[in-house]
T-cell receptor
Framework: RKEVEQDPGPFNVPEGATVAFNCTYS??????FFWYRQDCRKEPKLLMS???SGNEDGRFTAQLNRASQYISLLIRDSKLSDSATYLC?????????????FGTGTRLLVSP | DAMVIQNPRYQVTQFGKPVTLSCSQT?????MYWYQQKSSQAPKLLFH???????NEADTPDNFQSRRPNTSFCFLDIRSPGLGDAAMYLC?????????????FGPGTRLTVL
């Protein structure tokens, strides 16, 4: 089983739609969770950290479910510029060194 | 204002010909990381430096080496590139190595092996 698993997609949605991605992780001791965005042939960029209480940043909402070991990302009112690959990232370490384990990403395509 | 800079952006080398990739940062971060990302795959950590302390991932091949001569620079040396080493190589930095620290990525170097 992969440490971090995501549906690769692509998710094809029209502008203005709401779309949600899920991600599961295998290590129950994982402490930190992130969503990164990666545009084609570019570097990953931090979209948001994911906190136990859930957090929202504009149109983006992230949720963490520790009991079921999954993380979600909700994007409301999708824009064309949201088209990218969204990487679920987990740090399985609970202390010391921060090792990020990336999922393979979920590709989102937003169309006019 | 680039914070993590990688050079070159594109590198072509021949099978077995050593190659060095460069990363520099203006953030004065303590930790520098090297990731390998193959097409349609997740970035995979190769190793990292915490200051001058080198930490190799257990499954990183011996073919990959790294140097960090000072805080700002870190190099990835591939001693004998194989066709399977063709990938995007990403450098990242973080201030500390705390579990919640943000890693900042450079734009990557895309390596082609002929």
């Amino acid at each position: 089983r992969k440490e971090v698993e995501q549906d690769p997609g692509p998710f094809n949605v029209p502008e203005g739609a709401t779309v949600a991605f899920n991600c599961t992780y295998s290590n129950s001791a994982s402490q930190s969770f992130f969503w990164y965005r990666q545009d084609c042939r570019k570097e990953p960029k931090l979209l948001m950290s994911v906190y136990s209480s859930g957090n929202e940043d504009g149109r983006f909402t992230a949720q963490l479910n520790r009991a079921s070991q999954y993380i979600s990302l909700l994007i409301r009112d999708s824009k064309l510029s949201d088209s990218a690959t969204y990487l679920c990232v987990v740090n399985p370490m609970n202390t010391g060194f921060q090792k990020l384990v990336f999922g393979t990403g979920t590709r989102l395509l937003v169309s006019p | 204002d680039a914070m993590v800079i990688q050079n070159p952006r594109y590198q072509v080398t021949q099978f077995g010909k050593p190659v060095t990739l460069s990363c520099s940062q203006t953030l004065n971060h303590n930790v520098m990381y090297w990731y390998q990302q193959k097409s349609s795959q997740a970035p995979k950590l190769l190793f990292h430096y915490y200051d001058k302390d080198f930490n190799n991932e257990a499954d990183t091949p011996d073919n990959f080496q790294s140097r960090r001569p000072n805080t700002s620079f870190c190099f990835l040396d591939i001693r004998s590139p194989g066709l399977g080493d063709a990938a995007m190589y990403l450098c990242a930095t973080s201030k500390w190595a705390d579990t919640t620290d943000t890693q900042y990525f450079g734009p990557g170097t895309r390596l082609t092996v002929l």
